[in-house]
Nanobody
Framework: QVQLVESGGGLVQAGGSLRLSCAAS????????MGWYRQAQGKQREFVAG???????NLADSVKGRFTISRDNAKNTVYLQMNSLKPEDTAVYYC??????????????WGKGTLVTVSS
């Protein structure tokens, strides 16, 4: 069974940095796109960053210049490097991906999320 597991969240002061990781595990054949979303308390989940299997990336305007998304194909892992963090970046960060498992069908998966808290 394919699943996504995030790690790297935690508490950091404003201006600090964190790196989130999301690893796809299970009988994985390929992936099409991986990305990050976040949901702050009381708000809707929003897109943060995405990367295709070809390496194209896109970032939400609110994080451009501060966050970087990258991937390691050999490890089926995507990273979110977050610099110059602000209190408004506080949220649960979720990994999302289109993955192809043993049934050879692309399906959309969500991780369980990792909490990022930025103190002022």
């Amino acid at each position: 069974q394919v699943q996504l597991v995030e790690s790297g969240g935690g508490l950091v002061q404003a201006g600090g940095s964190l790196r989130l990781s999301c690893a796809a595990s299970g009988r994985l054949y390929s992936w099409n796109r991986m990305g990050w979303y976040r949901q702050a308390q009381g708000k809707q989940r929003e897109f943060v960053a995405g990367i295709t299997s070809g390496g194209s990336t896109n970032l939400a305007d609110s994080v451009k210049g501060r966050f970087t998304i990258s991937r390691d194909n050999a490890k089926n892992t995507v990273y979110l490097q977050m610099n110059s963090l602000k209190p408004e970046d506080t949220a649960v960060y979720y990994c999302n991906a289109d993955l192809r498992g043993s049934d050879l069908l692309f399906k959309n998966y969500w991780g369980k999320g990792t909490l990022v808290t930025v103190s002022s």
